[in-house]
């Protein structure tokens, strides 16, 4: 795919309908640990299709990652809050709104080096023949442009550009259970952004817990991954995922995320990623 023809695609992932409605199942080879392969499936609408690699994620036993959910750290001790409604639940931060995936979530204000995008404009990366294998909208980054190389440069629209961390959210299909596609949109995501099938990065993803906050009462999955490919001192050594997945009434599921580098300068900190994750909230909440 020509770089013209790749970027006419992604604007039209901007539009409100962003690619055709396909309830196909999207999988992607990543490794769980030394040695072992195993294939992640995901239910999203927001791709076209790709082809099968592998059995069902399911079939995979992996460590289990210590559990993402949290309570509001602004919350008086003992007395946790669920977070709810249009304004920032941390004073002073930005709110971002996924209304075709029925999320809202804040991250810190522009000096701390935090980019909200507007809510249809499509952050995805690539297979070898141009195909988005996974797209994200209502996204953010952290410090943009601070590196100037990728551990995968299959990296359209806002993707790939440096920053330290991005969040969104994506899905939108029928097929599997919540559990599986909290698990494969961490591990999806880990994949693509680090790596790839030209650099395929390890990891390794936990079993789904339960998250239960904000009007959402999901699964929340975590990846460690290790990047194989790194063409600079700048890309990490490792990375992490993590993903929320709620249901909707019509049966379709949506996926938050967040991914972030690992081990360089002014990465985020486990406890900054819990206190983004603890404002996610359904958009129905």
Known sequence: MSQSKALQHIAQLRQSNPMPSRRTKKTLIVAAGIGLAVALSGCNEDVGKSKKKGSDAAASKTPSAKSSQSSNPNSPAGKPKSPSGKKPFVAGWQTQTSQKHHFRYDV?????????????????????????????????????????????????????????????????????????????????????????????????????????????????????????????????????????????????????????????????KAAEIKKIMSTVRSTDS
């Open 108 to 268: 810190p204000g522009k000096a701390k080096k935090w980019k909200i995008l507007p809510e249809s404009t499509a952050l995805s990366y690539t297979d070898k023949e141009g195909k988005p294998i996974v797209v994200m909208t209502g996204t953010g980054n952290y410090r943009e442009g601070g590196c100037a190389s990728s551990p995968n440069p299959k990296a359209y629209g806002e993707a790939g550009k440096g920053q330290l961390a991005t969040v969104g959210t994506t899905g939108g299909g029928k097929d599997g259970s919540l559990q599986e596609n909290a698990r494969n949109w961490a591990g999806n995501w880990g994949f693509a952004a680090y790596g790839g099938e030209d650099h395929k990065p390890k990891i390794k993803v936990s079993k789904a817990k339960p998250w239960k906050q904000g009007g959402i009462n999901g699964y929340t999955a975590t990846a460690q991954v290790t990047v194989t490919h790194q063409p600079s001192s700048c890309v990490p050594a490792k990375a992490v995922v993590h993903s929320i997945a709620q249901k909707l009434p019509d049966g379709t599921m949506h996926g938050w995320v967040i991914y972030a580098d690992q081990g360089v300068p002014k990465a985020l």
